[in-house]
């Protein structure tokens, strides 16, 4: 390979001028699967808003490269139209624009090309019963009083819609029940299936892992991580948790 | 060709191209008896007319300038020329209007917007309608549709001697005293008992010379039973002195009767808006007001309902939008005074560039008006920290058998919205303009869909630039 599809280097990110992120290294290839656990608190949304971009947070050293590119310095919305995908943990209502024109908007954004809308509402109605989501939501106003389990669903519906090459899915998984765990993780499936693209999914449960074949397991404890390895290590934290990285 | 009710992005040039009036019949500035008697004959007034004309005139003289409100101090009387004519008549066909005229209302949509969606079309250029036209099959049910002064001397002037300046006294405030006294221009509509008009009746109103007002009068009686949606549109070239808008419209709503008043005001940033808007709901019957204010320099702008038969119903859903140097004050007011009367008001108010955008509301409920409801719900978005907006609710009530509601809100455009939509990829531009339409989704989804999206585009517009 010699070039990964999305690499940290050594990455200080700070928020309010407090240093959160003490220097990550981090790295992706096309169609892995990479997890990202850790106590609360410790950095791991953190550092998916750094890697997608969010103002708030101040990259004050180290580089982010995204397919060969340096992008530290680049705003969150050309990242988005490079390939990059954040599915937020707290999605945001935003009335006034149907979840469908959203995500039509966004693929011309991306595109820089008029979408068919034909084809586009064949594939959204397909991709919506993948994730068994009911049809009406797609002309409803962006999230705007879905239930937390529709809100997750629709963020993976986005992910499969946009078709990123990257992924980092912020605990996607967090506040759902049995059922949704398993619709959201066909969701992720079918993204693989379909792009094939890199994926950072950061949780602290594991359920949600269950069905995924996972490449790489990282463990953050304050702005660091501590340990890197294979799925053992999610069973691992399951029996003992995480007070064994902890110094 | 620029069209301004159908196309996807507008500029400002849309509205801010002027034609020369060289050859416009123009008073001198200022507001003397001789200038009011000198309009009277132009328009070859009835004598109670004139007769209103110079009472109006002493009111006029004898108010003060309102001291609550906005700074009006820019507005120097004695400079606003009050009557401006282009040397033409009225035309009933379109290819009679001379053709700088067409021209401006065609680069505005106006005759674009009449064959599609429209029911009939006022058009008026500075102080005299240019073009009155309406549907045949709208003007065979009975509707009246026409210019006032035409119709101060038809067939209806007992209808308008009854009505004019009766629901808006010249003594209502100083503006509405030189409304009467220089009025000119505007629209008559009478929709006939039980006649629903399908499709809207729209007037537009454009004040093309420089340092001049616009006093139009609008006075529309809806029947008993009858049906109607009549739309106002504004707009003006931008000048660097003070024009003025001291329009008066006046409302007549019958028993089980309903109308509609839409107005999307984009007059130019160098504009006083003191504009006077009132409507009369008898039993049963139902106003419904949806206003878009974007333009203007200052305004003072809240139509007033008065719910005075029982059961009868008003909605105002509104939206102001301030930037820099705009003070817009707005807001409604309504009476209650029959029994079961209810009244919904529902605004938005943005603001930015340091613009300062103020809703003033009204809410008195009689002793009469028992078993009556209310809500006031106002929304206020600052969209940077320069920016001012302010909510003034006022409320009388009178009975404790009425059920009255108030919430307010105001908020700043919050990061994490424009960092979200911009994760996929939207400029920070389009995001805080689509957060912007969004909160002004209340009066988008009340308009019908052209001016709908006129309104998105005016958003659009506005908030090009603003970011930094």
Same mark, same amino acid.
Not at chain 2, 1 to 22: A, C, P, Q
């Given at each position: 390979m010699g070039e990964?599809?999305?690499?940290?280097?050594?990455?200080?990110?700070?928020?309010?001028?407090?240093?959160?992120?003490?220097?990550?290294?981090?790295?992706?290839?096309?169609?892995?699967?990479?997890?990202?656990m850790g106590p609360n608190g410790t950095g791991k949304?953190?550092?998916?808003?750094?890697?997608?971009?969010?103002p708030k947070y101040d990259v004050t050293e180290?580089?982010?490269?995204?397919?060969?590119?340096?992008?530290?310095?680049?705003?969150?919305?050309?990242?988005?139209?490079?390939?990059?995908?954040? +599915?937020? *943990?707290n999605p945001i209502e935003v009335p006034g624009i149907t979840l469908s024109s959203f995500i039509r908007s966004a693929l011309e954004q991306k595109t820089g090309e008029r979408v068919k809308l034909w084809d586009f509402k064949k594939k959204l109605k397909e991709t919506m019963e993948v994730l068994q989501m009911d049809p009406s939501y797609a002309e409803r106003d962006l999230n705007v009083g879905f +239930?937390?389990?529709?809100?997750?669903?629709?963020?993976?519906? *986005?992910?499969?819609?946009?078709?990123?090459?990257?992924?980092?899915?912020?605990?996607?998984?967090?506040?759902?029940?049995?059922?949704?765990?398993?619709?959201?993780?066909?969701?992720?499936?079918?993204?693989?299936?379909?792009?094939?693209?890199?994926?950072?999914?950061?949780?602290?449960?594991?359920?949600?892992?269950?069905?995924?074949?996972?490449?790489?397991?990282?463990?953050m404890v304050e702005g660091k991580i501590v340990k890197t390895g294979d799925y053992k290590l999610v069973e691992e934290i399951n029996n003992q948790g995480f007070e064994q990285f902890e110094s | 060709?620029?069209?301004?009710?159908?196309?996807?992005?507008? %500029?400002?040039? /849309?509205?801010?191209?002027?034609?020369?009036?060289?050859?416009?019949?123009?008073? %001198?500035?200022? /507001? &003397?008896?001789?200038?009011?008697?000198?309009?009277?004959?132009?328009?070859? %007034?009835p004598d109670w007319m004139r007769e209103l004309r110079l009472k109006s005139l002493d009111i006029y003289n004898s108010l003060e300038m309102p001291d609550w409100g906005p700074s009006i101090e820019g507005l120097d009387m004695d400079h606003i020329v009050t009557y401006v004519r282009k040397n033409t008549k009225m035309a009933g066909d379109w290819d009679s209007v001379p053709d700088e005229i067409k021209d401006t209302f065609e680069k505005l949509g106006i005759p674009e917007a009449e064959r599609k969606s429209l029911a009939g079309v006022g058009a008026q250029y500075d102080s005299e309608l240019v073009y009155h036209n309406i549907r045949e099959d709208v003007a065979k049910q009975g509707v009246i549709y026409t210019d006032l002064e035409s119709a101060v001397h038809g067939e209806y002037a007992d209808m308008i001697q009854e009505h004019f300046m009766h629901l808006v006294p010249p003594t209502d405030h100083k503006f509405a005293a030189l409304h009467g006294a220089v009025w000119s221009g505007g629209s008559f509509v009478y929709v006939p008992k039980g006649v629903k008009v399908e499709i809207p009746l729209q007037s537009y109103f454009r004040l093309n010379a420089k340092g001049a007002g616009q006093f139009e009068h609008t006075l529309i009686i809806v029947d008993e039973g009858a049906d109607l949606h009549f739309i106002e549109g504004c707009s003006a070239p931008k000048y660097n002195v003070?024009?003025?808008?001291?329009?008066?419209?006046?409302?007549?709503?019958?028993?089980?009767? =309903? /109308? =509609?008043?839409? &107005?999307?005001?984009?007059?130019?940033?160098?504009?006083?808006?003191?504009? &006077?808007? =009132?409507?009369?709901?008898?039993?049963?019957?139902?106003?419904?007001?949806?206003?878009?204010?974007?333009?203007?320099?200052?305004?003072?702008?809240?139509?007033?309902?008065?719910l005075k038969g029982d059961n009868s119903k008003m909605e105002f859903t509104g939206i102001t939008f301030a930037g820099k140097g705009q003070n817009l004050d707005t807001g409604a007011k309504v009476v209650h005074m029959g029994k079961n009367t209810s009244s919904y008001m529902n605004t938005r108010s943005i603001s930015k560039g340091g613009g300062i955008s103020t809703f003033r509301s009204s809410v008195e409920v009689k002793k009469e008006a028992v078993d009556s409801k209310v809500s006031v719900s106002c929304s206020s978005l600052m969209l940077d920290s320069i920016s001012r907006s302010d909510t003034i609710p006022a409320m009388d009530i009178r009975t404790p058998r009425a059920d009255v509601g108030h919430e307010a809100q105001i908020g700043k455009i919050s990061d994490d919205e424009v960092f979200y939509l911009m994760s996929r990829g939207m400029t920070e531009e389009d995001a805080k303009a689509l957060i912007v339409s969004g909160f002004a989704d209340n009066v988008s989804k009340e308009l019908p869909l052209e001016y709908a999206i006129e309104m998105n585009n005016l958003i659009k517009l506005e908030m090009k630039g603003s970011i930094g």
């Open positions: 990964y599809l999305m690499e940290a280097k050594n990455l200080h990110v700070s928020v309010n001028d407090t240093e959160i992120l003490h220097g990550v290294d981090f790295a992706v290839n096309r169609g892995e699967v990479h997890v990202l949304s953190t550092f998916g808003f750094a890697l997608i971009g969010n180290g580089s982010i490269i995204f397919d060969g590119k340096d992008i530290t310095e680049e705003p969150v919305n050309d990242r988005a139209k490079m390939g990059m995908f954040l +599915s937020f *943990q +239930s937390g389990g529709e809100k997750k669903k629709a963020e993976i519906l *986005q992910l499969l819609m946009l078709e990123p090459s990257f992924a980092i899915l912020d605990e996607t998984d967090s506040g759902l029940d049995v059922d949704a765990v398993r619709t959201v993780s066909a969701g992720i499936e079918e993204y693989r299936k379909r792009c094939n693209g890199g994926l950072l999914i950061i949780t602290h449960s594991t359920k949600i892992l269950e069905s995924l074949a996972v490449d790489k397991v990282h463990v | 060709m620029e069209e301004k009710t159908y196309v996807e992005d507008i %500029d400002r040039s /849309l509205y801010d191209f002027r034609n020369e009036d060289e050859d416009a019949y123009k008073l %001198d500035e200022g /507001l &003397t008896k001789e200038i009011v008697l000198q309009i009277s004959k132009e328009k070859n %007034d003070a024009n003025l808008h001291a329009g008066c419209v006046e409302l007549f709503v019958a028993k089980n009767a =309903r /109308l =509609r008043y839409s &107005t999307i005001e984009n007059w130019s940033k160098n504009m006083y808006n003191l504009n &006077t808007k =009132r409507a009369i709901i008898e039993e049963g019957g139902k106003m419904e007001w949806v206003s878009g204010s974007f333009g203007s320099h200052v305004s003072y702008l809240y139509p007033m309902t008065i």
